[in-house]
């Protein structure tokens, strides 16, 4: 259990009795205290007020939270963001973002004052959401409600995974906690319920969320909608639960002083707060939560704080004192601590090379990948995945990920290794439960974790990955949106990958899911079009850190193509290929595209139209992206412009396809919602037997 | 508080002692009890094995629970079920489909045993799991997790509105309740906790729902990932918590009695079971979880269960008449409590006049919103939109919907109504707080609340509408998608839909969704240009009741269109038109597509080529679903195949624009993400100006 919080008796310096000490604390470091909350309160107002946009009301009323925080518990060195051993900082309520931006600034990140001038203007490091890889000491990019919070949760797992790599005799340099500050927006998001569950599942005791219980938010009172017994809740999810007033600097200090790697249970210690604290008239009301204040309040407040009414971003001697002499304590035991983890890497260097190895992400060489043996002449994309990844975990040691309760059907356990719990943290299969949208949020976590949050730093640490069935991933897509906008290394195993699913039915078929992921920028996606496909589309997946990559896998067995009569599938790395040349190369009379389990389909169907005498092309098309990342010479090619007879099939929405086949293309694709029936019946019902295609083709090109 | 549970003593019949009564209930009542629940796991068992495909463990694990249900509680009559004073029954755990087409098959629904043999086959009624508007007697599509337990929670807020709406004196003739059984995955998912909170806060007292903890999920036990002390957690959310052991069917039984309408609080019943119960070797096993027992395994539990080993779908005498006596008694008290409905109907026009307009969607005359006075040159989409359903809430009862908390900004607030909460069931302004997910949900049960469960039957009762920005609309997809495939009549307000949002930056500006959205089938994305198409749009949603509508407008004020110079904005209708025709008729040299704020935009752009002499037509396209169903004559006119130079404006990712501009088109839109800037800054920086516009045009087409 938690301490029990109250006022505890300090160690009084003199004997000047306990009454008198306090007195003297009260009015000078109380007071000075209070001078940097405020001011913290004034830069945020400051910002927002300037930029003519933003939030002040959060970051007023969080500012003794973050302060205390801040001020007394947070480890970190400002001068290096990425010191592995720092606490983490979420800022899950992230429309606060000006409170972050001013605690960046007062406590020495790399981030000038001139940049909190310039908040939410472009090309600025204080953007209206903090943004992850753009401003230093800005742990992942958060805004939308519940992904910090589950971000921290992924990032409390990694802590555990590099904490037990790293460890000896259970004794581990690695050694921090991970600080979360949420709203009643976090709360509300069915994701942070999903996050908590896990967290508290898997006892990840050193992740503390502070819950600024401000019961406000946009339409009003939070009892508009809101009336969970919080504690209760998080109790209910094996979750350590503190209840204070979150402008009581003691209460907050000794809250967090009780919080953390105690008795096994992640904490939230809510604090009650009022939003806009320390305005004179917008105090608790919504409507301080998305405008600035105005300038006449402004200087309400600051004769109130008695800070410079006409001065903006006004950060006075005392405080930037008081600060650094903080700072500088840190700095301090930041040496110390590199200098015992150096010691402890050079006494140990098996752990040492273990920790190189995590820094610097492994690439794979895609030919030992391409050179399974698959054993059979038609296999489902989704087995093959799981046997290619069987090796992958071999060769790259941060791969760790699991299923969202789908790993049987995903084929995604790691065979070789344990499942990670509560008293395993050497597993690599993760069980997310059935809990899509934490576990996208959660894989982005433990991708930022041991990574730079430096603009350009390095990527290293963990390569997650998640898996669901396609269809569900519309669960998971605001955190699919946020892995893409953080260009973060992920990879998604999507399997089930069309009405193929069959008996399932509607609700279990995709159909508009590959468009629809092909919309997200920074995102690849890639469909295979048969086992070796795949194994090239993991080597891709793994060797490319410079964005996410859903991989799309099929229910149902597919042919393993010959690749001495077609061309080589290592071409998936170029996105589209020649996969099967047509017959007379200075007569092209029709291309036909396809992708994944339909590019057999489109051999089938260029083999009858050869038949008859008509030279067609097969391209495979399995990311669309990785296509258009070629040079123009390399797509002309494989698409010129003059052949204007194309085709697609794909079994989905046309979606974006006529892109490459003009206006007049034609698309074999679904117009409707699936239907429940085994696959071989669909296929006949949705058209997508060779015949069919044939006589189609046939009939509109004249041939 | 809820009754204590355990063994009541029941009355005796006659003086043969008590032990001897139960004795004698045992060996009959009891062992024929027994009997109907084996016979719903065998029909369930038999029609998994048939289909080779399917979930028998979750059937066989809740047959007990389903049991007691139907035949002591659940009050409806099959052949009225669309009956609106009926329990509704919902099956959340939707992959048990076979549990739900056994139980309507033995409670004498328009469901054949034909039917249940021809599980998951196409055509037939049975598919894979249970579809809406296909099935006599499914309230709702299930199967993705979650979705059924919040679309109850949608029946339970229409319940309490119709309710209300039909009350005299505080009694009204609706009275019925909810159940739904639900499983591991739907308390996993997050929108099961969004819900559950939203029931728990609006004291829907009749929901009850029965939670089969049968611990086993398809990756082995739920202790892998859920290790949550549910009882708490839903106390936590003001909900009455029972637990049983859900095999027991006098605890069942006795935990119904006391569940519902007791004092203001759902209630969660939770029913310990074992999966596959009565199997012989897979009961407990998750591997009974997704595939068929197997004939032997099958052959083994008839043989225990004492029914005919090499019989199939085998519904004994003794099982039909015991089962008939509850069908007969249940028809009887339909016609009692129907004559009584209609006596309360008679004595009191005015309600049932309510009731008769409440049966009937009520069509709103365009015209009349077409004129109405804006009073501005220049207003959002978003205002526009606001002052046309305060038009709309007077003229349809039904209408009503909120936010999730974003009513201000997203200007959904009905300003002449109050909240909906829980001391007035008369509000028609919903407080989703920020649980988009659970929102599209809950609408999804509101919707179908009203209208007719039969194949074509009529659409009814509520319009419900729900809010939030575009960006966010990616929390709620997997309830749009349900939506979409029960083509259901809710109307979706998404504000904010471009990078016109500004400052907030890139997690809050809609990019890949207008398109995102489109891949959807039978959704109507709609994006209207201004004032006035946003009046003709809401005209649209409320008319078609057909399917879903969303309707996305800006955030920014953009200029009502002159119509005297325009085309009618009552063209929004038929998805595209031309808003401004070229000059020349016989020379038509470049079409502008545009959407939305772009419409203005392209306007501009049209008259400075306009004044270098190129003829340029303008088509506004709000609804690119709306104009794929007008007829090929009407879509040649506007966009004819032989002016080749087309071009798109509209502020989002290029999609499946290439469609109507072709392969060489040019589109104006966002490649990337967005950007934390104001939205004047981002104009240029994306160039969304006319001048950019104009010169690229100019350049491209060499005008």
């Not at 001020?71 to 983490?88: A, E, G, S, Y």
């Not at 319920?193 to 946009?218: F, M, P, W």
């Not at 200087?299 to 008695?306: T, Y």
Request: with cysteine; glycine share 8%; net charge positive.
């Amino acid at each position: 259990m938690i301490k029990k919080l109250g006022p505890r008796k300090p160690r009084v310096p003199f004997a000047i009795g306990y009454k008198k000490y306090v007195e003297v604390r009260m009015s000078r470091s109380g007071a000075l205290e209070q001078r940097v909350t405020n001011c913290i309160r004034l830069l945020a107002a400051d910002g927002v007020e300037k930029a003519k946009s933003g939030h002040p009301g959060m970051p007023l009323g969080a500012a003794d939270i973050a302060y205390v925080l801040w001020q007394k518990h947070l480890r970190f060195n400002p001068d290096k963001p990425d010191w592995i051993n720092r606490d983490r900082f979420i800022l899950s309520a992230g429309h606060g973002s000006m409170l972050l931006y001013s605690l960046l600034h007062l406590y020495g990140y790399d981030l000038p004052l001139d940049e909190l001038k310039n908040f939410r203007q472009l090309d600025s490091k204080t953007p209206g959401h903090p943004e992850y890889g753009h401003t230093p000491g800005v742990e992942t990019t958060t805004g939308p409600l519940g992904q910090g919070f589950a971000n921290a949760v992924g990032m409390a797992i990694a802590y555990q995974v590099l904490r037990n790599s790293l460890s000896k005799n259970g004794k581990s340099p690695i050694n921090h906690k991970i600080y979360v500050i949420a709203g009643d927006g976090d709360m509300m998001e069915g994701i942070s319920s999903e996050a908590a569950s896990i967290a508290g599942h898997l006892n990840l005791s050193n992740l503390i969320v502070i819950y600024d219980d401000n019961k406000i938010t946009i339409e009003g009172s939070t009892g508009l909608a809101f009336s969970e017994d919080v504690r209760k809740r998080f109790q209910a999810c094996n979750w350590n639960v503190v209840k204070i007033n979150g402008h009581n600097l003691k209460q907050i200090d000794n809250a967090l002083k009780g919080a953390g790697n105690k008795n096994n249970k992640p904490t939230i210690i809510i604090a009650e707060t009022k939003i806009a604290k320390g305005s004179t008239c917008l105090e608790g009301s919504c409507k301080s939560h998305g405008s600035p204040l105005g300038e006449d309040e402004i200087i309400n407040i600051k004769k109130k704080m008695k800070f410079p009414e006409c001065e903006s971003f006004c950060i006075p001697d005392d405080v930037k004192a008081h600060v650094k002499i903080r700072v500088d304590k840190l700095k301090k035991e930041y040496e110390e601590r590199n200098e015992k983890f150096e010691e402890f890497m050079d006494k140990n260097p098996e752990i040492k090379k273990r920790y190189e190895e995590y820094k610097n992400k492994k690439n794979i060489d895609i030919n030992e990948l391409l050179n399974i043996d698959f054993k059979k002449d038609k296999i489902a994309t989704r087995s093959a995945s799981g046997i290619v990844m069987q090796y992958i975990a071999k060769k790259v040691p941060g791969f760790i990920g699991g299923s969202a309760d789908l790993g049987p059907s995903n084929n995604t356990m790691l065979k070789e290794y344990p499942s990670f719990s509560k008293t395993n943290r050497n597993g690599r299969n993760l069980h997310f439960g059935i809990r899509e949208h934490a576990m996208g949020a959660i894989l982005n976590g433990m991708a930022v974790y041991g990574g730079s949050v430096l603009p350009g730093g390095h990527r290293g640490g963990l390569l997650p990955f998640g898996a669901t069935f396609l269809v569900f991933a519309d669960y998971m897509r605001p955190a699919i949106r946020m892995a893409s906008l953080m260009k973060l290394h992920v990879v998604y195993v999507f399997t089930h990958d069309s009405f193929f699913v069959g008996e399932d039915g509607p609700t279990h078929q995709p159909i508009e899911h590959l468009w629809s992921l092909r919309t997200i920028p920074n995102l690849d996606v890639v469909r295979p079009a048969d086992a070796r496909e795949t194994a090239a589309a993991w080597a891709q997946a793994v060797n490319n850190d410079e964005n996410p990559t859903a991989l799309i896998l099929t229910r149902q067995n597919i042919p393993v193509l010959d690749r001495a009569k077609y061309a080589s599938a290592e071409n998936l790395l170029k996105g589209a290929y020649i996969i099967s040349g047509e017959k007379d190369r200075d007569n092209l009379q029709l291309i036909i595209i396809a992708t994944g389990s339909e590019v057999s389909l489109a051999l089938e169907v260029q083999q009858k139209l050869q038949g008859d005498g008509v030279s067609v092309r097969v391209v495979s098309m399995p990311s669309i992206e990785l296509f258009e990342r070629q040079d123009k010479n390399y797509k002309k090619t494989v698409l010129p412009a003059d052949c204007l007879k194309k085709v697609v099939i794909e079994a989905g929405v046309a979606g974006g396809w006529y892109k490459y086949i003009g206006a007049d293309g034609l698309v074999f694709g679904m117009e409707g919602f699936g239907t429940s029936a085994p696959a071989n019946v669909l296929i006949d019902k949705f058209g997508f037997t060779s015949d069919k295609i044939y006589s189609q083709i046939k009939n509109r090109f004249d041939f």
